[in-house]
């Protein structure tokens, strides 16, 4: 069986952590780099591949069956909109486009052109997400009743160091809160209404630096979320999993989920129940269900892979991304008006 061959638009940070994942992945194959930055010289010699200037290039030259997209957001649509044209599949990095217009375009480009857009939420590809999803859907916690989260680090100063790193683009909400967002979507069910506030206060740049919201979600369960990029804490998902080795594991959960019958915490799996009646003169007594974790990037380049062959459907659909992508950018929405946004 012939290797499925991958193009890669866009050699910075994420772009890498996709080719070492396609180190681990038997099956698929590099063809070809594109990106404009001197930088990315050394990317491609590494691997072995051409590189190239632009788009549009890569893909008149290489031929890719599949193509990864890891651009900033602001910059995710036009190659993802050649590649379909060009014949190609695409897994496109979060959120799956700036705004809900680029995301319909391309979500119209896919059904025309017959070709897949996956959306990279890699924490779906967590055998953990799935438990948490069982756990809550299937009534082990009882009726969902509540979600509590955060997503709280600093990151360092030079980080925004680019330009495009000061855009409202690329601050926490669409950066940060997408996948927070995603997963609660996941877990939790459809989000129907949003309020928020943001802040930013510490910066200045036109990217906020906190932001905290109250959700409503489908099933009637209500949500109350913050995150910023700039509070020092132990709490938000790198930390509590470990996932990058350059955030050191505080292991402490960052959200939780509570049913009438128990509570969730989430993403170090502890199911909190009692033996007696479900009331609170009753002790509550905790399970932990936590296991290891895999390489979810890598799970994803084999997922992208079956899916090219034919044989899997998409895990993160543009569909669903744009609905995950709907109810993050409502957050915009509802601080900008004071007033809660429906979905």
């Known amino acids: 069986m012939s290797k499925i061959r991958i193009a890669l638009i866009g050699a910075g940070v994420i772009g890498n952590r996709h080719l070492a994942a396609m180190a681990d992945v038997s099956d698929v194959a590099l063809v070809g780099i594109a990106d404009p930055f001197p930088a990315a010289r050394a990317v491609s010699d590494s691997h072995g591949v051409p590189l190239f200037s632009d788009a549009a290039t890569l893909l008149d030259e290489t031929n890719p069956d599949g193509v990864i997209v890891a651009t900033p957001t602001e910059h995710h649509f036009q190659p993802t909109m050649q590649s379909l044209e060009s014949g190609a599949h695409v897994l496109v990095e979060k959120p799956i486009m700036a705004t809900m217009e680029e995301s319909e375009s391309v979500i119209t480009k896919s059904r025309d052109t017959g070709r897949h857009v996956l959306v990279g939420h890699h924490r779906r590809y967590y055998g953990l997400v799935d438990q948490a999803r069982e756990i809550v859907q299937s009534g082990r916690i009882g009726q969902l009743i509540a979600v509590s989260g955060q997503w709280n680090m600093r990151k360092h100063a ?28 996941y877990v939790a069910g459809d989000v129907v209404s949003i309020s928020a506030q943001t802040s930013n206060a510490v910066m200045g740049f036109e990217k906020e630096d906190a932001a905290a919201l109250v959700i409503q979600f489908r099933n009637g369960a209500l949500g109350a979320f913050v995150l910023s990029d700039q509070s020092h804490s132990p709490w938000g998902w790198e930390q509590a999993t470990g996932e990058n080795a350059a955030f050191p594991r505080s292991a402490q959960n960052a959200i939780r989920f509570m049913g009438t019958e128990g509570s969730l915490e989430f993403p170090n799996l502890k199911v909190w129940t009692s033996r007696g009646t479900s009331e609170w003169r009753n002790p509550l007594a905790a399970q932990d269900l936590s296991g290891p974790l895999e390489d979810a990037f890598s799970n994803q380049i084999v997922h992208f892979a079956k899916v090219i062959r034919g044989d899997e459907q998409p895990r993160i659909s543009a569909r669903d991304a744009a609905d995950t992508l709907r109810a993050t950018l409502a957050v915009y929405e509802a601080a900008k008006s004071g007033r809660r946004v429906t979905l």
């Open 158 to 185: 030079d980080y925004y160091d680019p330009d495009w790193r000061k855009k409202w683009q690329a601050g926490p909400v669409l950066t940060n809160l997408i996948h927070e967002m995603d997963l609660l979507r």
